[in-house]
């Protein structure tokens, strides 16, 4: 059986341990915080001080950065980027490659669609069909 955890260099050349998730084999940084029952699959990173909440979904090329929160039951799309202290309500599903800014927030239940991208500091809310509302 391979190791469970992998050791990576960041941008600032510090050595970063990550190890496997065990729901999905996801990569989660030491100092993140992963609920048991989240899935975070093969290929997604979640950074150091993330907080990833029960029924969670974290899809494969997804990237949680530091300080991030999703709520429980959010999905994460592929190739997602959930930015640094953005934080993602309950339910809400962020879609593929979207890009969610540095402190933005996503209010609970909000559908984003694929390709989209939510700048930094914004507060978006939606309907069931993902309709943007007046905040």
Known sequence: MGKNYV???NDHGE????????NGRGLI????KVHPDARVEAGAYVEPG???????????????????LIGPKATIEV????????????NAHIGVRTTVGEGAR??????????????DG??????RKGFLLAA
């Open 50 to 68: 993330a907080r990833i909440s029960a029924g969670a979904r974290v899809a494969r090329g997804a990237w949680i950065d530091a300080n991030a």
């Open 7 to 9: 050791d990576i260099e």
């Open 106 to 119: 996503v209010a609970p239940g909000s559908r984003i669609g694929d390709d989209e991208s939510i700048r």
């Open 15 to 22: 050595l970063l341990r990550y190890r496997k998730h065990v």
């Open 79 to 90: 190739g997602a980027h959930i930015g640094p202290g953005a934080m993602i309500g309950a």
């Open 122 to 127: 914004a507060a978006v809310a939606t309907d």
């Open 29 to 32: 940084a030491t100092g993140a």
